[in-house]
């Protein structure tokens, strides 16, 4: 089984796959005029989602009576509630993502790929962004409805060329402008930034963004193929270092690298964050699985 | 070590492109990083970084060590070999009847032979397989070539030889060559003494046995009175082994037989042969030799050779209470000039009536009150009136003034060194003078040595004692010397004509091959091959005997210790030399040794005449022993290259992954 990085975005293969998406887009869609996205907040919705203590002032309707039959108590209803969304899609195309053993770049790619078309799939605006900005690229492309995938597609596609470093901050505020946030952002990186990604993923939260993380990893990131004396560049500025690298210092390397990540997991544990990590290497359905059960953001 | 592709090891110079690679690859390559920052986390750590390089240059040398032996594994190395092939060693052993000799503790050649190779076998086993083999007048087999040597030492103990017949040469050499054309290499071993043995096969290592080479050995020979008062040599034999039948032969300086007669002895016995002795002064030579044809001896026999010589002689009588044994030491030696047999022991108080029947009165210690009665004395210690000296009692601490002229009595000698503890006071006394009688040594207390003649008187007079705590002249190895001088000049006109002894110690040419007595089997190219008929040397082959001057040592309370010349005294008893009684009324003195009583000569009679105990050398045409086949033989080692390739191998792969870790 080989990864997605490899297929093309364009591809009839991958097109193939997309549609499958859509069908399972498809039968988690219940309202109508509602909207076509399934949010986690409560409200009038299609999705049942759990059952409260009447209280006052709720509606009646939502009044589950088949418990009052049973059980004697006014329990009601409470369904997920189903609205138009806003899909900002973040793809990070810094110099970092043009690394790994199957590229990350590519991978991201077909990863926002993914999310976009159950986002158009679902009547959503889906808007994609790469960082770092090129010029002319501010606001990013807006996409909206099925009919716009091919487009949507192309546009991914376009952006091949992995360059430059990576300021989180810089580039969602850019992003936003003085807008307020609405929707999810979804943020499609490494997340290996020397500025740290902290200050970025909380701007948009205090932008009005549900956020997910997703973070594409290679295996060469934690265990890059390397030995001997070497001069290290770095891929997303001038900076070099020379270093005998030793397995020891492989070792001390991953630890670093695990460590990152962790405290990734961690940051957005606490700020509700909704993070997967997903390697270059997984197939589609994994990646897939990995969406839409570890993310929950797709749904 | 060879190889089958020598043009392959110039690739050996390719291995320099290993330390070239590393001197590259010090050089840092150049990798971009995702995210360096990362990497500028990471601590390093100086130990680390310093193993590293030493692993790096052992892994450079375990490189060029993997290089290389696949290099020369490729060049098909070879190892010259030799694939020696395990010798057969045929021991033969002689059970002819030369090896039923016996040497002095009774063992037989053969059993000495049996031992030798006893001892050998370990050595031999270990080398190849061992067979055994009897050979006399046939051969049989004891035991066939092979490695068991607990079978081999059991047949070698087994053998109960019969020690008879005389070895089948052509058929020793015709089971030779068979065995030696077999191809097989072997390696033949004859273990005899070396009557045969000389003439081994060729091929064959003779394995000498040594011991007695002798037939039979002279062990006497003394000259005396025959049944008619005839001058007879008379010559003791031995059969020293097995049975011998042969002749005595008595030969002259030209090689004439003087005398010839049979002998027949059986092992160990002796006997006693006489004949006829030369005129005075010539040379002959005892010898015996067995019979042509015999088998039933070794090749050698004994031969002695001595000179008839004229003898004079002086009879002497000691007056003494007490003879100093030193001064009967010294007139032992004279025997050319004393007759010792006729010598007598006088006592000081009833000398003078038979004084008149010896040529010379030795007085030693005596001190007369008469004039002493005409004849010719030497005076030790002793004084007497009307010499013309006179002596005034004793003095200590005497010293040495003058020696005055050598006089008949002093030739060559010098005794200003002589030390005297005590002397008597004697002076030359004016009437002394004048009839000639002169101190020849002085000393502080006057004449020491004097010597003179006087109313009939001829004597020789010392002041002091030959006692050594009174003097030291004794103990000079002039002494005997003097004497001599002393009885040269006393006796000078009384001499007379002693019977010939037999003087031995001279060797002369004789024209007669010895080294090819009767039953020797020719060898080529062996002693005596090549002018055999001419004139050669005699039995000890040109080494100077020295001529027999016995000197005895003094002797003790009647004995006196063994001449070490009497020859057949280490022959008879080796390692006694025995003790010497006074000689019988026919001159011979008693021998003991241990319980036994022999009486025996003491004839001028050296032992280095005797070949009794000589061991001949192997004769030169012993042949080497032949050497074991090899054949030449190439080993490959390729794989032993290629193993040592992958243990480098896993050598380094082990220093990488799991012995160092970096």
């Given at each position: 089984?080989?990864?997605?990085?490899?297929?093309?975005?364009?591809?009839?293969?991958?097109?193939?796959?997309?549609?499958?998406?859509?069908?399972?887009?498809?039968?988690?869609?219940?309202?109508?005029?509602?909207?076509?996205?399934?949010?986690?907040?409560?409200?009038?919705?299609?999705?049942?989602?759990?059952?409260?203590?009447?209280?006052?002032?709720?509606?009646?309707?939502?009044?589950?009576?088949?418990?009052?039959?049973?059980?004697?108590?006014?329990?009601?209803?409470?369904?997920?509630?189903?609205?138009?969304?806003?899909?900002?899609?973040?793809?990070?195309?810094?110099?970092?993502?043009?690394?790994?053993?199957?590229?990350?770049?590519?991978?991201?790619?077909?990863?926002?790929?993914?999310?976009?078309?159950?986002?158009?799939?679902?009547?959503?605006?889906?808007?994609?962004?790469?960082?770092p900005r090129r010029a002319g690229e501010d606001g990013g492309a807006i996409f909206f409805g099925k009919r716009r995938v091919q487009p949507f597609l192309t546009a991914l596609d376009a952006r091949r060329?992995?360059?430059?470093?990576?300021?989180?901050?810089?580039?969602?505020?850019?992003?936003?402008?003085?807008?307020?946030?609405?929707?999810?952002?979804?943020?499609?990186?490494?997340?290996?930034?020397?500025?740290?990604?902290?200050?970025?993923?909380?701007?948009?939260?205090?932008?009005?963004?549900?956020?997910?993380?997703?973070?594409?990893?290679?295996?060469?990131?934690?265990?890059?193929?390397?030995?001997?004396?070497?001069?290290?560049?770095?891929?997303?500025?001038?900076?070099?270092?020379?270093?005998?690298?030793?397995?020891?210092?492989?070792?001390?390397?991953?630890?670093?690298?695990?460590?990152?990540?962790?405290?990734?997991?961690?940051?957005?544990?606490?700020?509700?964050?909704?993070?997967?990590?997903?390697?270059?290497?997984?197939?589609?359905?994994?990646?897939?699985?990995?969406?839409?059960?570890?993310?929950?953001?797709?749904? | 070590?060879?190889?089958?592709?020598?043009?392959?090891?110039?690739?050996?110079?390719?291995?320099?492109?290993?330390?070239?690679?590393?001197?590259a690859r010090r050089r840092a390559r150049r990798v971009v990083v995702p995210h360096l920052f990362l990497w500028e986390r990471v601590r390093i750590r100086e130990g680390r970084v310093k193993a590293r390089?030493?692993?790096?240059?052992?892994?450079?040398?375990?490189?060029?060590?993997?290089?290389?032996?696949?290099?020369?594994?490729?060049?098909?190395?070879?190892?010259?070999?030799?694939?020696?092939?395990?010798?057969?060693?045929?021991?033969?052993?002689?059970?002819?009847?030369?090896?039923?000799?016996?040497?002095?503790?009774?063992?037989?050649?053969?059993?000495?032979?049996?031992?030798?190779?006893?001892?050998?076998?370990?050595?031999?086993?270990?080398?190849?397989?061992?067979?055994?083999?009897?050979?006399?007048?046939?051969?049989?087999?004891?035991?066939?070539?092979?490695?068991?040597?607990?079978?081999?030492?059991?047949?070698?103990?087994?053998?109960?030889?019969?020690?008879?017949?005389?070895?089948?040469?052509?058929?020793?050499?015709?089971?030779?060559?068979?065995?030696?054309?077999?191809?097989?290499?072997?390696?033949?071993?004859?273990?005899?003494?070396?009557?045969?043995?000389?003439?081994?096969?060729?091929?064959?290592?003779?394995?000498?046995?040594?011991?007695?080479?002798?037939?039979?050995?002279?062990?006497?020979?003394?000259?005396?009175?025959?049944?008619?008062?005839?001058?007879?040599?008379?010559?003791?034999?031995?059969?020293?082994?097995?049975?011998?039948?042969?002749?005595?032969?008595?030969?002259?300086?030209?090689g004439e037989i003087l005398h010839d007669g049979a002998v027949s002895l059986d092992d160990g016995d002796t006997v006693e042969l006489g004949a006829p002795a030369p005129p005075p002064g010539t040379w002959?030579?005892?010898?015996?030799?067995?019979?042509?044809?015999?088998?039933?001896?070794?090749?050698?026999?004994?031969?002695?050779?001595?000179?008839?010589?004229?003898?004079?002689?002086?009879?002497?009588?000691?007056?003494?209470?007490?003879?100093?044994?030193?001064?009967?030491?010294?007139?032992?030696?004279?025997?050319?000039?004393?007759?010792?047999?006729?010598?007598?022991?006088?006592?000081?108080?009833?000398?003078?009536?038979?004084?008149?029947?010896?040529?010379?009165?030795?007085?030693?210690?005596?001190?007369?009150?008469?004039?002493?009665?005409?004849?010719?004395?030497?005076?030790?210690?002793?004084?007497?009136?009307?010499?013309?000296?006179?002596?005034?009692?004793?003095?200590?601490?005497?010293?040495?003034?003058?020696?005055?002229?050598?006089?008949?009595?002093?030739?060559?000698?010098?005794?200003?060194?002589?030390?005297?503890?005590?002397?008597?006071?004697?002076?030359?006394?004016?009437?002394?003078?004048?009839?000639?009688?002169?101190?020849?040594?002085?000393?502080?207390?006057?004449?020491?040595?004097?010597?003179?003649?006087?109313?009939?008187?001829?004597?020789?007079?010392?002041?002091?004692?030959?006692?050594?705590?009174?003097?030291?002249?004794?103990?000079?190895?002039?002494?005997?010397?003097?004497?001599?001088?002393?009885?040269?000049?006393?006796?000078?006109?009384?001499?007379?004509?002693?019977?010939?002894?037999?003087?031995?110690?001279?060797?002369?040419?004789?024209?007669?091959?010895?080294?090819?007595?009767?039953?020797?089997?020719?060898?080529?190219?062996?002693?005596?091959?090549?002018?055999?008929?001419?004139?050669?040397?005699?039995?000890?082959?040109?080494?100077?005997?020295?001529?027999?001057?016995?000197?005895?040592?003094?002797?003790?309370?009647?004995?006196?210790?063994?001449?070490?010349?009497?020859?057949?005294?280490?022959?008879?008893?080796?390692?006694?030399?025995?003790?010497?009684?006074?000689?019988?009324?026919?001159?011979?003195?008693?021998?003991?040794?241990?319980?036994?009583?022999?009486?025996?000569?003491?004839?001028?009679?050296?032992?280095?005449?005797?070949?009794?105990?000589?061991?001949?050398?192997?004769?030169?045409?012993?042949?080497?022993?032949?050497?074991?086949?090899?054949?030449?033989?190439?080993?490959?080692?390729?794989?032993?290259?290629?193993?040592?390739?992958?243990?480098?191998?896993?050598?380094?792969?082990?220093?990488?992954?799991?012995?160092?870790?970096?």
């Open positions: 089984m080989t990864g997605i990085a490899g297929e093309g975005l364009l591809d009839p293969a991958f097109m193939a796959r997309l549609e499958r998406i859509e069908l399972i887009a498809r039968r988690l869609q219940t309202g109508e005029a509602r909207g076509d996205v399934t949010t986690r907040r409560r409200g009038p919705g299609s999705l049942f989602r759990e059952h409260k203590n009447y209280s006052q002032g709720d509606d009646v309707r939502f009044v589950d009576w088949n418990v009052y039959s049973r059980l004697g108590e006014l329990l009601v209803k409470q369904f997920d509630a189903d609205e138009n969304l806003d899909l900002t899609l973040y793809v990070d195309a810094s110099g970092s993502m043009d690394f790994g053993q199957r590229r990350k770049l590519d991978f991201a790619l077909r990863i926002a790929a993914i999310v976009g078309y159950i986002g158009l799939a679902r009547q959503a605006s889906v808007r994609l962004l790469f960082l060329e992995a360059r430059g470093g990576t300021d989180f901050l810089r580039e969602f505020r850019a992003a936003a402008g003085s807008r307020r946030g609405r929707g999810l952002a979804i943020v499609i990186s490494d997340f290996f930034s020397e500025t740290g990604y902290e200050k970025g993923l909380d701007f948009l939260l205090h932008a009005g963004y549900r956020v997910g993380a997703v973070q594409v990893l290679d295996v060469l990131d934690a265990r890059p193929d390397l030995d001997g004396r070497l001069r290290l560049a770095d891929l997303e500025s001038p900076r070099t270092l020379e270093r005998i690298v030793t397995r020891r210092m492989l070792d001390e390397y991953e630890a670093e690298v695990r460590r990152w990540c962790e405290g990734l997991a961690r940051f957005c544990g606490r700020r509700g964050i909704a993070q997967v990590s997903l390697d270059t290497a997984w197939d589609f359905d994994r990646v897939l699985r990995s969406l839409l059960a570890g993310g929950g953001f797709a749904r | 070590m060879s190889f089958l592709r020598p043009e392959l090891l110039p690739w050996l110079s390719a291995l320099l492109v290993v330390p070239l690679l590393y001197l390089r030493i692993r790096d240059l052992l892994g450079i040398l375990f490189q060029m060590l993997i290089g290389a032996a696949l290099i020369l594994a490729w060049a098909g190395p070879q190892r010259e070999d030799e694939l020696v092939e395990a010798p057969r060693i045929l021991a033969l052993l002689d059970v002819s009847a030369p090896m039923a000799r016996r040497d002095e503790d009774g063992r037989t050649a053969f059993e000495r032979a049996r031992a030798r190779l006893r001892g050998e076998l370990e050595g031999l086993a270990a080398r190849g397989e061992v067979g055994l083999v009897l050979v006399g007048e046939g051969l049989r087999t004891v035991s066939a070539p092979g490695p068991d040597r607990e079978a081999i030492r059991a047949a070698l103990d087994a053998i109960v030889p019969d020690l008879a017949g005389r070895l089948d040469r052509e058929g020793l050499d015709r089971w030779v060559a068979a065995r030696l054309a077999e191809g097989r290499p072997t390696e033949i071993r004859l273990y005899s003494v070396g009557a045969e043995g000389e003439a081994a096969p060729p091929g064959v290592l003779w394995v000498p046995i040594e011991g007695p080479t002798m037939n039979a050995a002279i062990t006497r020979v003394e000259l005396g009175p025959g049944a008619e008062g005839e001058a007879t040599v008379r010559v003791g034999l031995r059969a020293l082994g097995g049975r011998f039948e042969g002749h005595f032969l008595l030969r002259d300086e030209t002959v030579r005892a010898e015996i030799e067995r019979d042509e044809g015999r088998p039933d001896a070794m090749a050698f026999d004994d031969a002695v050779d001595l000179r008839v010589a004229p003898r004079a002689a002086l009879r002497c009588a000691v007056v003494a209470k007490d003879a100093p044994p030193r001064l009967l030491d010294a007139l032992l030696v004279c025997d050319d000039l004393i007759d010792a047999r006729a010598a007598v022991r006088l006592p000081p108080e009833s000398w003078r009536p038979s004084a008149a029947e010896y040529d010379v009165v030795v007085l030693c210690g005596v001190e007369e009150a008469r004039p002493l009665p005409p004849g010719r004395y030497l005076l030790v210690d002793s004084t007497a009136p009307g010499l013309g000296l006179a002596f005034e009692g004793r003095d200590r601490d005497v010293g040495i003034l003058r020696q005055g002229g050598q006089g008949p009595v002093l030739r060559g000698l010098d005794l200003r060194n002589l030390r005297l503890s005590e002397a008597r006071r004697v002076a030359v006394r004016p009437d002394g003078r004048r009839a000639g009688v002169r101190a020849i040594l002085e000393g502080t207390t006057g004449a020491l040595v004097s010597a003179g003649e006087i109313d009939g008187v001829s004597f020789v007079q010392l002041a002091f004692g030959l006692e050594e705590e009174r003097s030291s002249f004794a103990l000079l190895p002039a002494f005997p010397l003097f004497v001599n001088d002393v009885f040269e000049h006393l006796g000078r006109e009384r001499r007379r004509l002693l019977p010939p002894v037999l003087a031995a110690g001279r060797s002369f040419p004789l024209p007669v091959d010895r080294g090819r007595p009767a039953a020797r089997p020719a060898v080529a190219g062996a002693e005596g091959a090549e002018g055999a008929e001419g004139e050669r040397p005699a039995p000890t082959e040109g080494e100077p005997r020295a001529p027999s001057e016995v000197q005895r040592p003094a002797p003790a309370a009647g004995e006196l210790p063994a001449p070490a010349e009497a020859s057949f005294v280490p022959l008879e008893a080796a390692g006694d030399a025995g003790r010497w009684r006074a000689p019988d009324p026919a001159g011979r003195w008693e021998l003991a040794i241990g319980d036994r009583r022999e009486l025996v000569g003491v004839a001028r009679f050296d032992e280095a005449l005797s070949d009794a105990t000589r061991v001949w050398p192997a004769p030169a045409t012993t042949p080497a022993p032949p050497e074991p086949l090899r054949h030449p033989r190439q080993r490959d080692l390729t794989w032993i290259f290629l193993a040592a390739a992958l243990g480098v191998l896993l050598l380094e792969w082990w220093t990488y992954h799991r012995g160092w870790s970096t």
